[in-house]
């Protein structure tokens, strides 16, 4: 009994283990798409301070949106559906990423780089041809977080445990794209690499999914809610909705981190 103990412990330990190393090696992979996208947008659109606000609010932009549609999908969906869309979103991420040296480089740069763009033109531009992946890498957070926990309604649980992880792997991959890979190749390979990594990401998350691999999400059936118990004075005058609910707070936390992703990694790719 102890034995069979011991041996569900060590399981759910490599699990944990194994979906961390996923989620350090997609922040790892975001964060080298970042300096390369924003490095090659500097060429079209300029590194005056207006041209880098609009480059910044554009990721800031794109990873918001995702981020709040991830969290809207992941409540709609179950554990295993959850690491399949996971993902969809990772290799949404590889494809634009192994062509996006011909958007931004051929298409941008070498095409309409001579374009005299108005800025309200060039923030629209630039919003288009990032959305798509920024969209994707938003979406990831939610849909792993609640896919890693048995009560969907509660996955606080993994969310910082993810964020650290997720952090730990951007500061590798800004740390090992600064100093390390743009001075071995050049910026098209850097880019296949990194969708090399995000595809290894899709590819684990797609086999968890397969073989059914992961907590299995508990369903509360019962429709007895229990005793009632009378509401203290301090929350008997709040008013309906004042509370913040699992839903809000995880939004709040991807719009966060949306947004403080770029901005603390911002200075490493300048």
Do not use: K
């Amino acid at each position: 009994m102890r034995t069979s103990s011991h041996s569900i412990i060590i399981g759910a330990v490599l699990l944990g283990a194994a979906f961390l190393t996923v989620f350090f090696t997609s922040g790892f992979a975001a964060l080298l798409y970042q300096i390369i996208w924003q490095r090659m947008l500097a060429l079209f659109g300029g590194a005056d301070i207006q041209s880098i606000t609009i480059i910044v609010s554009a990721f800031m932009a794109g990873l918001g949106f995702g981020s709040l549609a991830g969290g809207h999908l992941a409540d709609r969906l179950r554990g295993r559906a959850r690491l399949i869309a996971f993902a969809g979103c990772e290799l949404a991420v590889a494809v634009f990423a192994a062509v996006s040296p011909a958007i931004y480089y051929d298409i941008l740069y070498v095409r309409l780089g001579d374009w005299a763009l108005p800025r309200a033109a060039l923030a629209a531009l630039v919003f288009l041809v990032t959305l798509w992946p920024t969209f994707f890498m938003g979406m990831s957070l939610p849909l792993l977080a609640t896919a890693l926990t048995r009560d969907a309604r509660q996955p606080a649980r993994w969310v910082p445990i993810l964020y650290g992880w997720n952090t730990l792997g951007a500061a590798a991959g800004s740390l090992t794209a600064s100093v390390l890979l743009f001075r071995a190749v050049d910026f098209s390979t850097s880019a296949r690499i990194g969708a090399l990594l995000s595809l290894g990401c899709a590819a684990a998350a797609l086999v968890a999914a397969l073989a059914n691999i992961g907590p299995r999400e508990t369903i509360n059936t019962n429709p007895d809610p229990g005793p009632r118990t009378a509401p203290s004075p301090a929350t008997a005058s709040r008013p309906r909705g004042a509370g913040c609910s699992a839903g809000r707070r995880r939004q709040d936390f991807f719009s966060y981190r949306a947004s403080s992703r770029l901005s603390q990694s911002w200075p490493c790719s300048s």
